[in-house]
């Protein structure tokens, strides 16, 4: 079987349907007054799984994580989290932890005392207590800085605070808000991976909120891409970014063309789509029926070759238009092509090679193309 | 900008001229040798001498000291939760209402709060003494230490207690494993505040007051009425003293505190 993207790991158990969900949404809606933060949103998170909660700030992410964490209560609807119901338990007994956006760090404590603090809460017995410390502060690298307070730690050493406090008690699920926004790009990815190992070593369950799409797609097993309340899609990070199920989805993961038609015919399971003068469209009607409807059609940049040659099937998948900007960023670069219709499109391609002859240059007539299966068709 | 023209210079001391040269002139004449206020009869340290034997001050200040520890204590208490619920809760109705009663006997003149406590003393058949005292100065303490705690809270990272709670701690143990440590500065000054308030007080003590319960600022103004003796410049000069260590010992600390901080967040960065 083809497979969109690559694969990290065997570790699918959403498509197992004998597989219990670990943590269950179910109808869950919350209001604040008369504002909808959670819409009626159902949702099943797996066992050992890396799950991220993706979208734009006010999109009801965080709202969801609080309500799993039990800071806020739901409206209506129920969280079931390992079998149990969680209506009703208050945050100091659920067996999740959260590590805060702002990190959250106690000030008047060291760094010991910081992590120490929940095992306290539990009565655990003060050598083992020390123990546990010394284990979590040798997990984050952070042994040197054991007596420290945190006003004097550098932000990257706060987030490890942070994080070895949320990882103390070994929860069930960890939770993560944010975790990695107050860092600089390259500590942030740095962070990201130790995340994913750290969880792959301790084996636990991971809900991280992130309106970075790129963190998310890093880490997560899967993304759940949300906005107004509700999820519009779950899938893992390449079914997302290569099978979009919406134009919303289409446009919030990555640089996306989108070339809207009508559909025109279709034979022998291909679609054509009139987008425009001398330019169709020709994909694979996959399990749409689409016919006479308006319909978009959803590519990525670096899946639309530019070339100075007519390409063969002219107007097919293809359409001349005009190079109108150019940006060269290294590993790759990247063209705008305006085509007759005014609409621009976006085509990347990689730097394979240190020279080329004769490049592209500004205000050439060029011919953009692509397969007609490197892109998806939007059903709305 | 950063010159000493005489404007400067004689703005500068004109006004704190203005500020200070009475209290000097209190400090001075309470060394004076004269038993006549006003004229100077040469260096003597004869009148702290007399205060110590002078048992009505004495025990003016006693009542004085009892009062501002009890008041101050019971204030932060009070002040303190109502800072509290005021912040926290913010939904219910009438809060605007609430927080701006909370500030109100700040600009209440004192005669007015004192002539109602009095009568409320009165109607509840409550012997005037040292408890009515303590009670008057609560009332009108309290609501310094509010506004104070109130600020503090305002700018309060409430994650903090969310952390604490999500780490297992119950919401009693939240408030007073983290929640109190970390405004616990506010408080303090809080408590200072109110006891610095209540040793200087006349007006409201004077309402409240009854046998047996007179406070150092009642002993002086009474005493004054008979005339100015350099005993009292010696206690004013020893009142002004306290104030004056206290204030310098809590900047002195907080400055510390802040430069320590500074250097500590410094060397943080810098090791990246």
Redesign the interface.
């Known amino acids: 079987m083809k497979s969109l993207g690559s694969i990290r790991r065997s570790f699918a158990p959403w498509t197992d349907p004998s597989a219990k969900p670990y943590i269950s949404f179910r109808n869950v809606t919350k209001k604040f007054g008369t504002f909808v933060a959670v819409d009626d949103l159902s949702l099943d998170i797996y066992h050992r799984e890396f799950f991220a909660l993706l979208g734009a700030s006010g999109c009801g992410k965080s709202t969801l994580l609080r309500m799993l ?3 806020e209560q739901p409206t209506s609807g129920e969280i079931i989290l390992d079998g149990v119901n969680m209506a009703g338990t ?5 067996p ?3 590590m ?3 990190y ?5 404590m060291t760094v010991e005392k910081n992590i120490a ?2 095992l306290k ?2 009565g655990m017995p003060k050598n083992e207590i020390a123990e546990r410390v010394a284990q979590m502060l040798k997990l984050v690298k952070l042994e040197k800085f054991a007596t420290r ?1 945190p ?4 932000g ?2 706060r987030q490890r605070v942070a994080l070895a ?2 990882l103390a ?1 070994r929860p069930k699920v960890l939770l993560l808000d944010e975790p990695l926004g107050a860092l600089d790009k390259k500590l942030r990815e740095e962070t990201q991976f130790e995340l994913m190992d750290l969880q792959q070593d301790l084996g636990l369950t991971f809900v991280i909120v992130t309106h970075d799409q790129e963190e998310a797609m890093t880490m997560a097993d899967r993304i759940a891409v949300m906005s107004a309340g509700k999820v519009n899609q779950v899938a893992t990070p390449a079914e997302i970014y290569e099978a979009p199920n919406s134009r919303f989805v289409a446009d919030f993961i990555g640089d996306v063309n989108i070339f809207d038609g009508l559909v025109t015919s279709s034979a022998n399971g291909m679609l054509d789509i009139a987008v425009g003068e001398g330019f169709t469209i020709r994909t694979p009607i996959g399990n749409m029926d689409v016919r006479g409807a308006a319909r978009g059609f959803a590519i990525r940049p670096e899946k639309i070759r530019v070339s100075r040659e007519v390409p063969p099937d002219a107007g097919i998948n293809s359409v001349k238009g005009e190079m109108w900007d150019i940006a060269y960023l290294g590993d790759m670069t990247v063209y705008i092509v305006k085509l007759p219709n005014g609409q621009t499109v976006k085509a990347s391609s990689l730097n394979a090679q240190r020279s080329v002859e004769n490049p592209l240059g500004y205000d050439e007539d060029v011919w953009i193309s692509f397969d007609g299966d490197a892109g998806v068709l939007l059903k709305d | 900008m950063n010159r000493w023209t005489s404007f400067n210079k004689f703005s500068i001391t004109l006004g704190f001229g203005f500020l200070y040269l009475p209290i000097l002139l209190l400090i001075v004449y309470s060394f004076n040798e004269s038993k006549l206020v006003t004229v100077w009869g040469g260096f003597s340290t004869r009148w702290y001498a007399s205060l110590l034997e002078n048992q009505a001050l004495k025990d003016a200040a006693w009542v004085t000291a009892r009062v501002a520890f009890t008041s101050a204590t019971i204030a932060t208490v009070l002040g303190t939760l109502a800072a509290l619920a005021l912040t926290r809760y913010t939904k219910f109705r009438g809060r605007f209402l609430f927080s701006g009663m909370i500030f109100a006997p700040l600009v209440m003149p004192d005669v007015i709060t004192g002539l109602s406590l009095l009568l409320f003393f009165v109607a509840v058949n409550l012997d005037r003494g040292i408890v009515t005292v303590i009670l008057a100065h609560i009332t009108f303490s309290m609501c310094y230490v509010a506004v104070v705690v109130q600020s503090r809270l305002l700018s309060f ?1 409430r ?2 207690e ?9 919401p009693t ?1 939240t408030f007073l ?2 929640t109190l ?2 405004i616990a500065p506010a408080v303090v000054s809080g408590w200072m505040l109110a006891f610095t308030l209540s040793l200087d007080d006349l007006v409201i003590s004077s309402f409240a007051s009854g046998p047996g319960a007179t406070t150092l600022p009642m002993k002086i103004y009474s005493q004054v009425r008979l005339g100015v003796t350099p005993e009292i410049n010696a206690v004013s000069t020893i009142l002004v003293t306290i104030v004056t260590i206290g204030v310098i010992t809590a900047s002195i600390i907080t400055k510390r505190r802040e430069v320590q ?1 500074q250097r ?2 410094q ?3 810098a ?2």
């Open positions: 964490a039990g800071f208050p945050p100091y007994r659920r999740v932890n959260m805060f956006q702002s959250a760090l106690f000030p008047h603090f929940g809460q539990d307070k006003h004097q730690l550098s990257g050493q406090r949320s008690k | 990272d994650s903090i969310e952390a604490a709670m999500d780490l297992g701690a119950t143990r494993q983290v440590p970390v901080r500590d967040e060397a943080a960065f090791q990246g």
